[in-house]
């Protein structure tokens, strides 16, 4: 049973460019979430996808934006990128009628914005 | 109202100790509140899970403790290995959403 998987795993960008992240969620799961990890913090939530519609959104800025497709995957999209935006992207996955409890993280993607 | 404080920040233990990271919050809307382990490079693991209606969770090593009056929570790991050096989050959930603390770096010397 494969868990979370991400891609790429590292990417590195140049300021005002876009980026656009991958994520599987676990067989059987359902809802997607995205959290940013600064060095040395813990995860931020940036927002939750359920039914291809963004259910939740955390303190992030519109340049922040996302996608589910029928098939439970999700895209993370970050346009204008700055220096700031440097960290460990997380998607994690979960079960709606568990309430999404139980959210399995993917490895993550390091993105460096130069 | 949405915060999760955890503390200390960082722990060393020898082997075989009993490590103990606490955390609390502030918001009673929260029904959920998972542990998770993180090694260098790689994304977090949940550990271990506990809800509000229940004082103590056991799996294994790992124990959380529940004081919903005072709203706190806490991690043991019993007989800690060398294994176990590792970076620890709380978190607190509301219908999925997860607030993290700010992480607790374990070491845990032979």
């Known amino acids: 049973d494969a868990g979370v998987t991400q891609s790429p795993t590292h990417l590195i960008k140049t300021r005002g460019q876009q ?4 994520c599987s969620p676990k067989s059987g799961h359902d809802t997607v979430s995205w959290y940013q990890q600064a060095l040395g913090q813990g995860p931020q939530f940036i927002f939750q996808y359920y039914e291809e519609e963004e259910r939740q959104r955390g303190n992030f800025p519109d340049r ?4 589910q497709f029928p098939n439970y995957s999700s895209e993370l999209n970050v346009n204008a990128l700055l220096l700031g935006d440097s960290a460990l992207y997380l998607c994690a996955s979960s079960f709606y009628r568990r309430g999404n409890t139980e959210a399995f993280f993917g490895q993550g993607t390091r993105l460096t914005v130069v | 109202q949405q915060q999760v404080k ?9 082997k075989g100790g009993i490590p103990i990271i606490n ?3 502030e918001n009673t809307a929260f029904d959920y509140f998972p542990w998770y382990q993180q090694f260098p490079g790689k994304g977090p693991a949940l550990l ?8 103590e969770k056991k799996e294994g090593r790992f124990t959380i403790s529940f004081n919903k009056s005072a709203k706190q929570f806490s991690l ?3 007989d800690s290995q060398p294994g176990d050096s ?3 989050f709380c978190a607190a959930s509301i219908a999925g959403k997860l607030i993290f603390g700010q992480g607790t770096t374990l070491q845990v010397k032979p």
């Open chain 1, 19 to 22: 980026v656009t992240l991958r």
């Open chain 1, 64 to 67: 922040f934006s996302g996608h």
């Open chain 2, 6 to 14: 955890q503390s200390p920040q960082s722990l060393i233990v020898q």
């Open chain 2, 23 to 25: 955390c609390a919050y």
């Open chain 2, 48 to 55: 271990i899970a506990i809800r509000p209606d229940v004082s």
């Open chain 2, 76 to 78: 043991h790991i019993m």
């Open chain 2, 86 to 88: 590792a970076t620890y």
